[in-house]
């Protein structure tokens, strides 16, 4: 049987994971996927694991393709993801309208879980946020830093603190069991990521790896990707 390896954000796990068991059974083909932090699976890749198609910010995406690892000819958007708040399913949903709100929203709390602030595109972000706040050195101990964004979430789910926040992709929060997302980070401080797909230079299986990317992309998906935190551009 065929396998096709992908290497993704986990921004697009959600994504990935409701579609795949159909293109397997349709291609009778197997998809090994890698999750992960944008820069982490960009190292991956450099460092030689296996890899027919990638899902990373379009930033990272292009920068590949100029240095020959990806084919910047089969670029396709999946859709921009907003970067939001979370909470632990069944807790109240603090208000983070605007920057006084959200300041005392995470001042409230009593731990912060977020990915890898060096490699995690939401987990740098959230990590600048936490400086232009002013708050950064008063939260820096109920910080909980994870390799990415599902890891974050399955984390803040677990937490046994009643004021646990987190803050991710929402795509990865709205795929994670026992977590609710609150809403994007308000006007000023938000972050909208595009996350495209393409394929690997010198794939050996450009065909599958074509159809796996349609599939993720084409307009039949278009309904699934809006489900899972994808917005249209």
């Known amino acids: 049987m065929t396998t096709l390896h992908l290497l993704s954000a986990g921004a697009a796990q959600g994504l990935v994971q409701s579609v795949l068991a159909a293109f397997e059974r349709e291609e009778a083909c197997t998809v090994q996927c890698r999750f992960g932090a944008v820069g982490a699976m960009k190292e991956a890749m450099l460092a030689g694991a296996p890899c027919d198609l990638m899902i990373l910010t379009q930033a990272l995406v292009r920068s590949l393709a100029a240095d020959g690892h990806l084919l910047g000819a089969s670029e396709a958007p999946l859709g921009q993801v907003l970067t939001g708040i979370a909470v632990q399913a069944g807790r109240?949903?603090?208000?983070?309208?605007?920057?006084?709100?959200l300041r005392r929203a995470l001042l409230a709390a009593d731990s912060l879980y977020f990915p890898d602030p060096e490699r995690a595109t939401a987990g740098i972000h959230f990590a600048g946020v936490l400086r232009r706040l002013?708050?950064?050195?008063?939260?820096?101990?109920?910080?909980?830093?994870?390799?990415?964004g599902a890891t974050s979430m399955r984390e803040l789910a677990l937490a046994r603190s009643e004021r646990a926040l987190g803050c991710t992709q929402a795509?990865?929060?709205?795929?994670t069991p026992g977590v609710e997302l609150v809403g994007a980070l308000p006007d000023g401080?938000?972050?909208?990521?595009?996350?495209?797909a393409a394929l690997r230079s010198g794939t050996p299986q450009p065909g599958l790896a074509t159809r796996l990317l349609q599939r993720l992309t084409g307009e039949e998906s278009r309904g699934l990707r809006q489900q899972c935190g994808f917005l249209a551009i």
């Open 92 to 101: 109240t949903h603090p208000d983070i309208h605007d920057e006084a709100a």
């Open 171 to 175: 795509s990865e929060i709205l795929a």
């Open 134 to 148: 002013g708050i950064a050195d008063t939260l820096a101990a109920r910080c909980r830093n994870f390799p990415n």
């Open 189 to 196: 401080f938000g972050l909208a990521t595009l996350y495209c």
